[in-house]
């Protein structure tokens, strides 16, 4: 199969090339970001290859379809960017990885909540530049604080074990209840209720219309002064501009990001030497309290091995018409 890989970077060059040892494809990388004006590159293919910020609205399906090609590999869980109805309508196929290490994304969040926690990020440069003063780097005991986690699926599930490890009273928010984790002692409340309990929040549920911007004024005001909140789902369900009043307010007392709404333009590129016109980024950055990182949750040894051979297995499937056990389904269409 002929497959073309949009936003590639040396390292899905390296996984990709060898898990293809097992499969044989014809594996094409561009650099450039699949939109309207890139889908040409993919002429003549039998699969085009996705990521995280590729543009896979109805616009760039169309143009797909045009071009003949059957398939969109996405080499990511998340599929919020996708429009699934356009799709299914021009019969064209869209696989991508459910699973391929949760622990990846889980210890992230976990590095995020303890860096803040412990002021890591600026300790590290402290230290560097011979300041050994504690001044200003008091944290908290992770032991009896409240967590809540929203979303308690493959992700939300591995944090919330890893936090009763530390002693934590672990809440939850979910659309289905776990019944493992209720056996483990984790509570499932109305969001409201979880909302006005916890010392922090982290998100693990999808990027839809009901989670867009579930930060936001009026559920910031529901929380306790001083929360942490921490984000490694979707960027979008975090309001940059609102969490950037709770911080001034004092009502955030750490905020840690691994996804933004706006990453599109900025993650996964080296932007050092251009200037950043984001003005609600770059505001973020200046917060002592803020701790961002760009889109790397998932970024282990182990996530890169699974996402490359379980990607080019899904392609091989649809060659060799076999069922595809990854399609995503119109009825997991979601918007946002
Ligand atoms: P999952 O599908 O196993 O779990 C998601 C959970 O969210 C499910 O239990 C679902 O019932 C719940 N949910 C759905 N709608 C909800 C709502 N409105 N309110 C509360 N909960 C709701 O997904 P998984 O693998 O745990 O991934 C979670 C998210 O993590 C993904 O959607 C993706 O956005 C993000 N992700 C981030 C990565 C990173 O590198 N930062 C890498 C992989 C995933």
């Given amino acids: 199969m002929k497959v073309t890989i949009y936003s590639s970077q040396p390292y899905d060059k390296k996984y990709f090339i060898a898990a293809n040892e097992n499969f044989g494809h014809q594996l094409i990388f561009h650099e450039a970001r699949l939109e309207p004006k890139t889908v040409e590159l993919a002429r003549g293919s039998d699969a085009v290859c996705a990521f995280v910020n590729d543009d896979l609205s109805e616009i760039t399906i169309e143009a797909l379809k045009a071009i003949g090609v059957p398939m969109i590999a996405l080499r990511c869980a998340g599929y919020n960017n996708v429009d699934l109805r356009t799709a299914d309508k021009l019969g064209i196929h869209v696989v991508r990885v459910p699973s391929y290490s949760p622990y990846a994304v889980a210890e992230h969040t976990i590095a995020l909540m303890l860096s803040l926690n412990r002021k890591i990020h600026r300790a590290y440069s402290r230290v560097r530049d011979g300041n050994f003063s504690l001044q200003g780097l008091t944290g908290f005991d992770m032991h009896g604080k409240t967590v809540g986690i929203i979303g308690t699926g493959r992700i939300g599930s591995i944090v919330a074990n890893i936090l009763q490890g530390f002693g934590c009273k672990v809440l939850a928010f979910d659309t289905f209840e ?8 984790v509570q499932y409340l109305p969001l409201n209720k979880l909302l006005a309990q916890v ?10 219309p009901e989670t867009f911007h579930l930060i936001n004024e009026e559920s910031l005001a529901l929380m306790k002064d001083g929360v942490m909140i921490i984000n490694t789902s979707r960027g979008a369900i975090v309001d940059a501009s609102e969490a950037i009043k709770g911080l001034k307010s004092g009502k955030i007392s750490h905020l840690g990001l691994d996804v933004y709404e706006q990453e599109g333009d900025l993650f996964f590129h080296d932007l050092s030497e251009t200037i950043i016109r984001d003005d609600v980024f770059e505001r973020l950055l200046t917060f002592p309290n803020v701790l961002v990182t760009g889109h790397q949750g998932f970024f282990t040894e182990e996530a890169l091995v699974n996402i490359a ?14 069922p595809l056990q990854n399609t995503l389904h119109l009825d997991q269409a979601i918007a946002g």
């Fill in 309 to 322: 051979h379980t990607t080019l297995e899904n392609i091989a499937c649809y060659g060799d018409k076999k």
């Fill in 178 to 185: 776990n019944e493992a984790l209720k056996k483990n002692g």
């Fill in 199 to 208: 010392d922090i929040i982290s998100f693990h549920c999808p990027l839809t």
